[in-house]
């Protein structure tokens, strides 16, 4: 058994344990890892390095819309968070408080904020005077906490990180526009950036944000079967404004409260990553989100250092020289085969190998990760040949996404049906519903489904039959799923 096969067998296969593969993927691939506080971990170079593609994509969107970026305080005292009735219901479960600072006991304890509603509100009531200050488009970078009793590597951590948006306009139609336009970017983001196809729509009451008026969602399906949240955006009315006394003086000189949104993408997304491309060898980073795109291994024989390294480092050059973030692996001792796999396990799009036999003949093999696809390319035609096949990479890697995601939604028209698909093949259910909460509560509890969106699309069509669960009038389409 030589090296490579050794390091390859040291993973659980994806189809025999998912939830296994995952966190041995996590950890191998150092991506995170555990800490001895329950439910925080760290974000390895290699994981982070994911982030900061995912931020740079995600804050060049953010900006090219108009926003900024700002940065609040960490802590928010809870006579703020009190402030909306409904957001402080939704959120105390998970909020960790702060009661000592130093040795002194504080008069009112503070919240490690949960989410930024409360302070950011505080101070828009002190900035906005008139209708000349609208809209307020901002925009925080941050760490998030949630108390969270059950935890996983970036689908759920005690601490994570995320970007909030958070806005203020003069009327509901920008408000609703701007809930609609963030929702747009995230799934352009996840599909053009992540290589990852979403579902987007609005999400029933029962799931919406704690104080939001109503909340839009991009949902994308794992490989198991279930669903993932990607990003959210909220439409919060006056809820907010009427709570923090967020007034502007309109066109016509009158006091009015401002319409806000929130919007949120975390740090879950490179559990969506992992989850969604991924495959029995490891991570399958699509190239535009990749912290290194091509790993130039010199086959390390006779006097390689001579003969072949020279040319391998040349080849870096001419990619970096390209736009290509490329790298070599010329440690001397690990084999080329150990290089193989420990590239394949962290998901690097392209290895290109330059053995002796290929400076000879002028050429280099290319070797794609997500295919596993050889071909041989001269050396002089590499920097033009890699940046067009890592699009080919990324293209391939969405679609075979979205060939799963559509193969994986399924109609019900009964109640029967529905429970089948759920228990025997998974994926996200699409059904006839009514509209009501008892419905959306019986389908939870008996199939441990929620309604993950609906279709805004869908929603003005017809909405079909019957409703899935009682056989009343369905009022919208929804899409059905258990989710993460
Ligand atoms: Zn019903």
Redesign the pocket.
Known sequence: MNENERRVKQITQKSEDFSKWYVEVVQKAELADYTPMKGMMVIRPHGYAVWENIQKGLDLRIKATGHVNAYFPLFIPESFLKKEAEHVAGFSPEVAWVTIGGKEELEERLAVRPTSEAIIGHMYSKWIKSWRDLPLLVNQWANIVRWEKVTRPFLRTTEFLWQEGHTCHETAEEGEAETLRILAMYKEFCETELAIPVLSGRKSLREKFAGAQMTYAVEALMADGKALQMGTSHNLGQHFSKAFDIKFEDRSQTLQYVWQTSWGMTTRTVGALIMVHGDDSGLRFPPRIAPVQVMVVPISIGNWRESVLPAALAAVENLKAAGVRAAVDAREEATPGWKFAEYEMRGVPLRVEIGPRDVKAGQAVLVRRDTKAKEAVPLASLAARVPRLLEEIQAGLFAEARAFLEANIRDAADYESFKSVLENQRGFVRAS??G?EA?EEKIKNETMATIRVIPLEEEKAEAGGP?V??G?KGQALAYFARAY
């Open positions: 519903w009514c009501g419905c409703c669960a009682c009343q």
